[in-house]
């Protein structure tokens, strides 16, 4: 089964005054790397949630968004009454000063600073809310891993696709290949004999035969038929292994990449040089494809 490295999931909780949203966003990347951005106070979560993705996550970047937003009480906060009366009696002693009559109202004196303080950065720990979040966090996890198997079956049928045309190019390239020594042979004689014929002599059949032989084997491509279709037999195999291994067909990519060009390199055939064209022309939507499998 392949996976995409790319994809997103979201999840979201709200009980018991705790409300909780994660977002994951993952994309291609060679190596697994992990951010993460988390509302005040608990980005020491991280490890927490590094952990979590690495047991779902082997490859790609993945951005996790984590927002948390706590129901406030009246316990959250405390009065500083010993601040409170302190800007009472400095008010107080202005106002004798200036002899002016005006009362101080409990109201204006309760926005100054100090007199309220917030207790809920002190009681507070992002610990006591990670089992909470933790459960967002891996349903955010399998809705992205939904997605990733989604987008990676869709991958496997173009790379079946393709596989399947590579292997139409290499089973003409081996019907072909004994036709293009036959008409080498024919060609061969032709040339010879006309030019033989022009001078009066005779040639030895054995000449013909050695020079046969020698383009034969200088243009070979046998063992590389035997190989390319050997790799589209792993690549297959692999693509049904029940764990996603996308650098394991990255690296039967390069081999089929490598086998084509030999054979390219080799036949000078135009036939064969366009099944060449086609096959490598698969092999690089592969490449391309295989680059976002995890």
Not at 17 to 43: C, D, H, M, P, Q
Not at 53 to 61: L, V
């Amino acid at each position: 089964m392949l996976l995409s490295m790319t994809g997103f999931g979201e999840a979201h909780s709200h009980q018991d005054g705790l409300a909780v949203a994660v977002e994951v966003r993952a994309i291609n990347s060679r190596f697994f790397k992990l951010n993460v951005r988390a509302t005040e106070g608990y980005a020491s979560l991280e490890p927490h949630i590094e952990e979590i993705a690495r047991q779902n996550i082997r490859r790609g970047t993945v951005q996790v968004n984590l927002r948390v937003d706590r129901l406030r009480s009246c316990q959250d906060f405390r009065i500083n009454s010993d601040v409170l009366s302190g800007y009472r009696d400095q008010l107080q002693a202005l106002y004798r000063k200036w002899d002016e009559k005006s009362t101080i109202s409990l109201e204006a004196l309760l926005p100054l600073p100090g007199v309220v303080n917030d207790q809920s950065t002190i009681l507070f720990s992002p610990e006591d809310d990670w089992p909470a979040i933790s459960k967002v966090l891996e349903a955010a996890i399998h809705n992205l891993a939904q997605m990733r198997i989604r987008e990676g079956q869709t991958m496997a049928n173009d790379l079946s696709v393709n596989c399947r045309a590579i292997a139409v190019g290499v089973e003409e390239i081996q019907r072909r290949a004994p036709l293009v020594l036959d008409a080498y042979r024919v060609r061969l004689e032709e040339r010879v004999n006309k030019l033989l014929s022009e001078r009066q002599v005779d040639l030895d059949p054995a000449g013909i035969i050695r020079e046969v032989c020698l383009y034969a084997d200088r243009g070979d491509i046998s063992e590389e038929i035997v190989r390319l279709k050997s790799h589209l037999e792993q690549f297959d195999s692999i693509m049904q292994l029940p764990e996603s291994s996308g650098r394991k067909l990255e690296f039967l990519t390069q081999e089929l990449f490598r086998e084509a060009n030999t054979i390219g390199s080799k036949v000078t055939d135009v036939e064969i040089a366009k099944q060449v064209i086609e096959i490598k022309t698969a092999i690089e939507r592969i490449r391309e494809m295989i680059q976002n499998i995890e």
